[in-house]
């Protein structure tokens, strides 16, 4: 598997935008017990950049 093919897989998750094939492909990936670490490591960096984004987005609204 090509190592940026995770962050595609997921982003056409986020999207809604994934085919049948892809969602067979992602899931495979993710396993059955123990998640892939290429899937662990995108999907750490895409919820640490939403936590980044609310917390950023929380100290903009308490300053006005």
Known sequence: MESNRPEYLIGKLMRNEMSLGELEEFLAGIGEKEMSPAYSEVLEQY??????????????????
């Open 47 to 64: 919820f640490n950049e939403l936590l980044s984004e609310n917390v950023n987005a929380a100290g903009v609204q308490q300053e006005k």
